[in-house]
């Protein structure tokens, strides 16, 4: 959540004006006959019809966006009738209950087979997993298992005064890793970009590593460029770093996103439990695995990954199952929604879906890079999704004009600045999802190809105020 603050004077002032309301809205109270809208910042002093509050509250979501022309965006925005009909069915439903709704825990449980399944577990007896509401707090939860386990290890030097676990990454990591790290008290080391290089480089990873390091996080794809990151290269410098040193560092893979890709469409390509330094897996169900927001995974290889004092075993809700997670109540809508995507699409359908996302991405990339004014980083070959930035001989305009000009035509595709060691690079990133077709990406080419002349006719880049002229969404 954004941090909000009670905004009281600006409350005293919109109560004092006198706002109204549309007659026809007042109609439910033909007595009193409401005339004036109710107060936005304290609680209304009696209550409203319904219908009332409703058209109320409706007519001021218009100002929301249309999320299908969100470009900057992971989180799916589509899904079909049947699987908002089993949403609205399950919304009473909370998935912790598990004594109440044993169908839905059980649903839960067939998902994390799935899972393990697809990800290659060795041995999916062994294999524990849950859902959570995201990736952010599955990493949480994998990160507490990589601290603990390494606590564990190091009994006689932790906790001490002098003594601080580290997390070695990419710059590039995702923002819930910062967290992470901030909440749970763990040095973050990170491996900084250089030159084209725009995530992890395994053999740098590897040299921050020491006895303090609880995990490396490698990152299937980077929410900078879409690109993967190299898992398997990862786990061979750290076997070399373990023959060199001793040092055994385990490896989380954070999947968010393309640990719902790369199963269907690099089938050989090795990133998950097949590589035996893989430990934990999370993915976003919310992203490409199809599922309205409020829902992720995370995975152990073993038991023995998962430190059995992390998890929680409570009775009063009936029954004693074991639960790890940082929420107790939590919709259990999303999760049933997952299933009915796994029983739905199955891997041929999951693999359709994708590919036709990533053809999207890789057809309006190919596009975009032969227009002459941009230089593409990434291509939509491994997420679909890509960055690009200006070409060099490009002065009258930067990423930040597109941004802004895109905007005018209801286009919502985000210009930031790189981190370390590549701050001086901004790009522009466009994430596809199922439910942008190859119409939607024409009509983002017509309206680009439309602002361009605009654009190289400015005298010189327009946007001052960098910081507010977009948002990074990761
Ligand atoms: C989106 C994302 C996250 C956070 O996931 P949520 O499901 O939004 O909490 C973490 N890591 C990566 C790589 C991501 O792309």
Redesign the pocket.
Known sequence: MPLHRGDVAKDGASDRRTRRVNPFYGEANPVSGMTEAPPTHRLPDAPLAPSTAYQLVHDELMLDGNARLNLAT??TTWMEPQADVLLSECRDKNMIDKDEYPQTAELERRCVAMLADLWHAPDPGTVVGCST???????MLAGMALKRRWARRNPDRYPAKDVRPNLVMGVN?????DKFCTFWEVESRQVPMEGDRFHLDPGAAAELCDENTIGVVG?????FDGSYEPVGELCAALDRLQERTGLDVPVHV????GAMIAPFLDEDLVWDFRLPRVVSI?T?G??YGLVYPGV?WALWRSTAELPDDLVFRVNYLGGEMPTFALNFSRPGAQVVAQYYTFLRLGREGFRAVQQTTRDVARGLADRIGSMGDFRLLTRGDELPVFAFTTAPDVTAYDVFDVSRRLREHGWLVPAYTFPANREDLSVLRVVCRNGFSSDLAELLLEDLGRLLPELRRQPHPLIRDREAATGFH?
């Not at 509401?133 to 990493?139: D, I, K, P, Q, Y």
């Not at 990591?173 to 890793?177: A, D, E, H, S």
Request: glycine share 14%; hydrophobic share 30%.
């Open positions: 992971f989180v509401t995201g990736s952010s707090e599955a990493c990591v995702q923002v819930c890793w990152i299937m794809g980077s929410t954070d999947g968010a996103s999370n976003s919310h992203k992720g990761h």
